[in-house]
């Protein structure tokens, strides 16, 4: 991985740094050496400096790929104290995914990695280190229980669990290393505590039933529910009506829906991340075809499903609604279905709005410590280390996978690893940002 | 005046190496010691090696130290400790014969072209802006070099305490360096006191040999040294214990022991207690075990390993009677503890030069080590760093992902010292790479760019990395080594391919962190006024100050550094 903090040159970094596409508008940055060579190969010569200009944009070939708003920022007074760029596109998505390749193919250039364009700002001295944490700050907590996880965090939750589990795992350590260095000037034959191995075996248990929690990623991104069901039984029509805005189109037409569609909601302060899927059917249309395999593969990861199908269809995981019940017909709720409801008029849609807010507060427990991916896979590497040590008879090899397990504490909380400890704070910042 | 490139003060075994290292390099080094006749004396236990210490003995030997050779023709004893478990903490150690020892050492150092020994005391560094310019003796007498190496290990203000008894001394009946010690604290380094003790020692004509459990010599032949040495013929040890009475006798003359009158204010090893301290705080163990080493071939003296001891004489001839075998033995000499200076080893640069005071380096137990092995290392490093300066040339460095020297240097220069520092496996995260048994193959290349090996050390490490590349190849899945010895390969060879498959899948994922480590080493620190850090707490500010660390990688390794301090001195090293 490139690192701006050592010898090797920096690079240039771009990133897309406003919300997914499709949307309005959509704004790419660069920053680097090299942010005033790509305008031009993109726009054919530097505009002036901290003025917007309109270009049309080219790839290497020529192609023309978007008529852009360009502001350019000679370093080092920008945000980033480097040369920077943004180009103002517009927002769909083929045009965004275009003129990124096109950037990425040029000399220099790479992908920016998550919170990279903060921290070139955070060691080029254009924000200290509170403005970046305050920043991280803004950028997260969009729910009620990502703020009450993120304050059990702030408040050394995590910390202290760590530093616990810390000084058990080193007493383990310990009696190992005793072993070892002195078990030949120690005449008592075993070497190791009979309460060794369920000391052990407790403190794996604990890690793996935290590990079971959710993480901090699906607090912050919220509870999946994923809406599935037939063609044409009214997903669209469903996610639609619970973001209360035309997240898809919705036609009588079977097949409409080609793809996973994502909108992120919130009900009663819980963060939901809402899918509307392709319907499930036979289909010889290639297209469709991988619409109801992503389908598949979303409904296997979804914390909930709405399943607008028949009873013995259901997936796992789902409760399943009897859905345009204003259609004539289709009044009464057949038994079996949680519940009825119109899309259209509205009826039933609370009781679906409760219902899913009940779903989510029930899997989402209260006192658990939302760990972020980086933690989370810390503690992985701590619990698998604590697992090999109790497989493992050599006892120089039980204190290597101790050791593992204590850098894997250690660096949770940042003591060993410096890179880490960075990436730690900067991996809290959206990509672009 | 007498010129010379580097004085090394000290003849003891960080002193020997340092000077012998420097002068392999080519520099004109003097070796400065009270008594020529009594270099490399062993003080205390008369073994060299164990687990951890057997690993530095063995690095040692890769630069052409003194000490595995020396070992190697003294040895009257051999034991691989942890035979057991596995290869990476087996420890080489061997039962030397004192006088075969020292006179190993000093018939090496007489052979050392380039070495001038000169029998004086050490009285004073002479300092010119700044840096030494020598040293003068205390006839008056100056010496004159461009650097200078201090391994005065516990003559520096040493103390002897026995029961109610005091004298001064670094090992008794020989003298401290006072003057010395005064001029380092009249320098500003930050000196403390630590102690350790020895126990008495016996005659071995009056023990009861024929009650007590023998432990014989390993039957395996093996040495220290890749270089050929003669062989001594093998005794056995013997083993006996401390009894009830033993202990109640210790109880007795605790009130007049110095370690507990309050007399003695150095901490003392916590792996090497003495045996007060250990009924004291093992209350509750009925015995504790004593290995009886005899010191030489024609030597009746014995030295009871477990039982150092600094009590009154008369509670040691009780205590020494109590014991099974023991009961008509003769005290040939009492035990002691010593107390003595050392300096905050986080005052040194990674080349063990002193900071404050460039072109002088320390080593030894002055560092705030204990053990002969430790303070050895330390010699080579300070030597061949002392050497090379005055040559002008670049001087080895010792990693600590590759040598136990390496962690040694890595642990005292960036956290100091509480206790005396003893070498343990435990301390290095590369373990089960950094193995007793491939010091060749770890630290060859660095031995022989450091320009002070041999021509005949320089082809043994040749042809071992060939051999070794060699077995490798021939080495198939699940040989334990006997299929390679079969096909010719030399056993030691074949036992180290063997250990090298063994952890591989280990040393590959430390390999890992070797890269993370070196990355955040690439992030240079220079010189921080740690006080201007905004954030920092006045603890942090003390241990970065003192330390120094020169990358951001070290800043992170001294304890109670946390992540934001961390990104702050980033962020100050930037903006510096």
Redesign the interface.
């Known amino acids: 991985m490139q ?1 701006f ?3 090797d040159a920096p690079g240039t970094i771009y990133a897309l740094s406003s919300g997914a596409p499709p949307a309005a508008i959509a704004i790419v940055r660069i920053s680097g050496p090299e942010a005033g060579a790509v305008l031009c190969a993109l726009a054919g010569a530097l505009p002036v400096p901290r003025r917007a200009t309109l270009r049309h944009l080219h790839d290497a070939a020529g192609a023309r790929l978007d008529q852009a708003l360009l502001l350019w920022f000679p370093g080092p007074s920008t945000a980033t104290g480097e040369d920077l760029a943004e180009l103002h596109l517009h927002g769909g998505r083929a045009v965004v995914r275009a003129v990124l390749d096109a950037i990425g193919a040029l000399p220099g250039c790479r992908m920016a990695e998550p919170g990279e364009f903060t921290r070139r700002a ?4 254009r924000i ?2 509170a403005q970046a944490e305050g920043l991280a700050d803004l950028l997260e907590a969009e729910s009620e229980q990502a703020r009450i996880a993120a304050l059990r965090m702030a408040e050394g939750g995590l910390s202290r669990r760590i530093g616990d589990w810390r000084t058990r795992l080193v007493a383990l350590a310990a009696e190992i ?1 005793a072993a ?8 008592d034959e075993a070497l190791l505590p009979p309460a060794f191995d369920r000391a052990l075996a407790v403190l794996h248990e604990e890690i793996a039933d935290i590990l079971r929690a959710p993480s901090a990623e699906r607090l912050r991104d919220g509870f999946r529910v994923v809406i599935a069901g037939p063609a044409n039984s009214g997903k669209s029509t469903l996610i639609n009506a619970l973001a209360e805005r035309e997240v898809a189109i919705a036609t009588p037409i079977p097949g409409t829906t080609r793809d996973s569609l994502e909108a992120p909601i919130a009900i009663g302060g819980t963060a939901l991340l809402l899918t509307d899927t392709a319907g499930l059917r036979e289909t010889s249309d290639v297209v469709e075809a991988i619409g109801v395999d992503r389908a598949r593969a979303v409904i296997e990861s979804a914390d909930l499903v709405i399943w607008l199908g028949a009873i013995e269809d259901a997936p796992p995981r789902s409760v399943s609604v009897h859905g345009r019940n204003d259609i004539p017909g289709r009044e009464a709720t057949p038994s079996g279905y949680a519940l009825g409801l119109s899309a259209l008029t509205g009826q039933g849609m609370t009781a679906l709005r409760d219902l899913i807010a009940a779903a989510a507060s029930a899997e989402i427990r209260s006192d658990s410590l939302a760990l972020n991916i980086r933690q989370r896979a810390l503690l992985v590497d701590a619990e698998r280390a604590l697992a090999g040590t109790m497989t493992e008879s ?4 039980q ?2 996978h101790l ?2 397990g204590r ?1 894997a504490f250690d660096a949770v ?10 990436d ?2 900067f991996a809290r910042f959206c990509l672009g940002k | 005046m007498t010129d010379y490139d580097v004085i090394v003060i000290g003849g003891g075994h960080a002193g020997c190496e340092a000077a012998a290292a420097s002068a392999r390099l080519g520099a004109r080094t003097a070796l400065v010691t009270m008594r020529a006749d009594r270099l490399g004396t062993l003080s205390c236990n008369p073994s060299i090696g164990g687990i951890g210490k057997g690993h530095l003995v063995r690095e040692l030997d890769v630069f052409d130290g003194l000490m595995a050779r020396a070992a190697d023709s003294a040895a009257i004893h051999y034991r691989m400790l942890n035979r057991s478990k596995g290869p990476a903490v087996r420890g080489p150690r061997v039962q030397a014969d004192r006088k075969l020892y020292a006179a190993a050492i000093q018939s090496m150092l007489r052979a050392t072209s380039g070495l001038s020994i000169v029998e004086d005391s050490a009285d004073r560094l002479l300092i010119e802006g700044g840096v030494p310019s020598g040293v003068e003796l205390a006839g008056g007498t100056r010496l004159a070099a461009r650097a200078v190496v201090i391994a005065s290990g516990t003559f520096l203000g040493g103390k002897i305490f026995r029961g109610e008894e005091t004298e001064t001394g670094g090992r008794v009946g020989e003298g401290a360096a006072l003057t010395l010690a005064a001029q380092l604290r009249d320098l500003g380094l930050a000196v403390s006191r630590l102690k350790t003790g020895t126990p008495p020692r016996l005659d071995g004509r009056t023990i009861d040999w024929a009650r007590l459990e023998y432990q014989a010599s390993d039957s395996e032949h093996w040495s220290f040294s890749a270089l050929p040495s003669s062989r001594q013929p093998q005794i056995a040890c013997a083993i006996t214990r401390t009894t009830p009475r033993t202990h109640d006798i210790i109880r007795s003359g605790l009130d007049r022991s110095p370690l507990f009158s309050g007399a003695i204010e150095g901490q003392g090893p916590r792996y090497c207690p003495s045996i007060e301290d250990k009924i004291h705080r093992f209350a509750d163990r009925e015995s504790h075990q004593i290995f009886l080493e005899p010191e030489g071939l024609d030597d009746p003296t014995v030295y009871p390993n477990g039982i150092s001891t600094s009590l009154p004489v008369d509670i040691q001839t009780a205590l020494i009677a109590s014991i099974p075998g023991l009961e008509q033995c003769r005290i040939t000499q009492p035990g002691y503890a010593v107390e003595y200076d050392h300096v905050d080893p986080r005052g040194l640069d990674s080349h063990l030069q002193l900071r404050a005071i460039p072109g002088s380096y320390l080593a030894g137990q002055i560092n705030g080590t204990t053990g002969y092995e430790e303070a050895a290392a330390q010699g080579l490093v300070a030597g061949l760093s002392a050497g090379a300066a005055a040559m002008g040339q670049t001087p080895a460095r010792f990693d600590r992902t590759s040598s136990y020297i390496g962690v040694m240097i890595d642990d005292l220069t960036l956290q100091g010292v509480t206790e005396p520092y003893r070498m343990l496996t435990a301390r290095a995260e590369h373990r089960l790479y950094m193995r007793a048994d491939n010091a060749i193959a770890r630290l060859g290349d660095c031995a022989r760019g450091s320009g002070a090996v041999s021509p005949a050390r320089a082809e043994i490490i040749e042809r071992h990395c060939g051999s070794k590349a060699d077995a490798e190849k021939q080495l198939s899945e699940g040989d334990d080594g006997q299929e390679l010895v079969a096909r010719g390969i030399a056993p030691h060879v074949a036992a180290e391919v063997v250990a090298d498959a063994l952890y591989r899948p280990y040393v590959q994922r430390q390999a890992i962190e070797i890269e993370r480590r070196q990355r955040d080493s690439g992030i240079t620190l220079g010189s921080i006024d740690y006080r201007r850090v905004a954030g920092l707490s006045n603890e942090m500010i003390e241990r970065l100050s003192r330390a120094q660390p020169t990358s951001l990688g070290d800043a992170a390794r001294i304890r109670g550094i946390t992540p934001a301090a961390l990104t702050a001195i980033l962020v100050a090293a930037r903006s510096a």
């Open positions: 690192r903090c050592r010898e955070l060691l080029n001295g200290d280190l290393e070892l260095e002195f078990g030949e000037e120690l005449d050599d006892p120089l090899l204190a290597e050791r593992a850098a909380v940042g003591r060993a690893d410096v890179e880490a400890v960075l730690g704070l």
